[in-house]
């Protein structure tokens, strides 16, 4: 079965539960992770709400918010942080006068990912977002996104499988599925030639494939910055070992 949800203006949702998890257990369902949801249609909405989902964790800035402001339903709980206040985000910011090379692209990744997790902003929503997690209910969704869906993201859906108990080898698959779950024949196009209009650079599609998609090393990046994800938990996000352990035992399905 595909973990894959398909929807005519969101990108990248896909539900990131349902791994087996340790000593035999699996990690619950109701769990996804999406790129933004400013175009999400009349239809998308109905499609959420049939998932239940009740619990947002959006790791945009306030700059991202504001541009593309997200299109849901009432009556969801909406986790964000306005730390960054209204600063130029990273990514668009090299988009303009970075080096947008290939190897540009990869090295700037790749330095990226060595960042987030160092990120005030990224910090204070992935706190948020675990203790939900540690009491939000089986029968609600809960989803987490930022722009893309793939590194913020990609992050904070690594941190969590991983306290579950999954592999990290399965944790990494889940992360670069990305590369499958969005269209970049259809997408690059569309992007390079807004980039143009906008910023006056024209980025190779090589180059602007590698930005807009994932690579496994990325992850490595970050868990080589952080650690373990127990040690990033509870010494960085500041969750106690109760809380830790409330997570774990309610991301396991019963």
């Given at each position: 079965?595909s973990?894959v949800?398909e929807?005519?203006g969101?990108?990248?949702?896909?539900?990131f539960?349902e791994y087996?998890?340790?000593?035999?257990a699996k990690?619950?369902?109701?769990?996804?992770?999406?790129?933004?949801?400013h175009?999400?249609?009349p239809?998308d909405?109905q499609?959420?709400?049939?998932?239940n989902?009740?619990?947002?964790?959006d790791l945009?800035?306030?700059?991202?918010?504001?541009?593309e402001?997200s299109?849901?339903g009432e009556?969801?709980?909406?986790l964000?942080s306005?730390?960054?206040?209204?600063?130029?985000?990273?990514?668009?910011?090299?988009?303009?006068?970075g080096d947008?090379?290939?190897d540009?692209?990869q090295?700037?990744?790749?330095?990226?990912y060595?960042?987030?997790?160092n990120?005030?902003?990224?910090q204070?929503?992935?706190a948020a977002?675990?203790r939900?997690?540690a009491?939000?209910g089986?029968?609600?969704g809960?989803v987490v996104?930022?722009a893309a869906?793939?590194?913020?993201?990609?992050?904070?859906c690594?941190?969590?499988?991983s306290?579950?108990?999954?592999p990290?080898d399965?944790?990494?698959?889940?992360?670069?599925?990305?590369?499958?779950?969005?269209?970049y024949?259809a997408?690059v196009?569309?992007?390079?030639?807004r980039?143009h209009?906008?910023?006056?650079?024209?980025?190779?599609?090589?180059?602007l494939?590698?930005?807009l998609?994932?690579?496994?090393?990325?992850?490595?990046?970050?868990?080589d910055?952080?650690g373990?994800a127990?040690?990033?938990?509870?010494?960085v996000?500041g969750?106690?070992d109760a809380?830790?352990?409330a997570?774990?035992?309610?991301?396991i399905?019963?």
């Amino acid at each position: 079965m595909s973990r894959v949800l398909e929807f005519e203006g969101i990108r990248n949702f896909r539900h990131f539960g349902e791994y087996d998890a340790r000593d035999g257990a699996k990690v619950r369902s109701g769990l996804y992770r999406s790129g933004h949801f400013h175009n999400a249609t009349p239809a998308d909405q109905q499609k959420l709400k049939a998932l239940n989902i009740s619990v947002v964790a959006d790791l945009r800035r306030p700059r991202e918010r504001d541009n593309e402001p997200s299109n849901w339903g009432e009556g969801l709980r909406v986790l964000q942080s306005d730390i960054a206040g209204h600063k130029e985000p990273p990514h668009l910011r090299f988009i303009r006068e970075g080096d947008v090379s290939l190897d540009g692209v990869q090295g700037w990744m790749r330095s990226t990912y060595r960042r987030l997790p160092n990120e005030q902003g990224n910090q204070e929503v992935f706190a948020a977002g675990l203790r939900e997690l540690a009491t939000h209910g089986a029968d609600e969704g809960f989803v987490v996104h930022c722009a893309a869906g793939k590194d913020r993201t990609g992050l904070f859906c690594a941190l969590t499988l991983s306290l579950a108990g999954v592999p990290f080898d399965v944790i990494v698959d889940d992360y670069v599925m990305t590369n499958q779950a969005v269209d970049y024949d259809a997408l690059v196009p569309v992007v390079q030639k807004r980039l143009h209009e906008t910023y006056d650079r024209m980025i190779p599609e090589p180059a602007l494939r590698t930005f807009l998609g994932v690579e496994g090393d990325y992850l490595h990046e970050a868990f080589d910055e952080i650690g373990s994800a127990e040690a990033y938990v509870s010494g960085v996000l500041g969750l106690s070992d109760a809380e830790i352990a409330a997570v774990r035992e309610n991301l396991i399905a019963r």
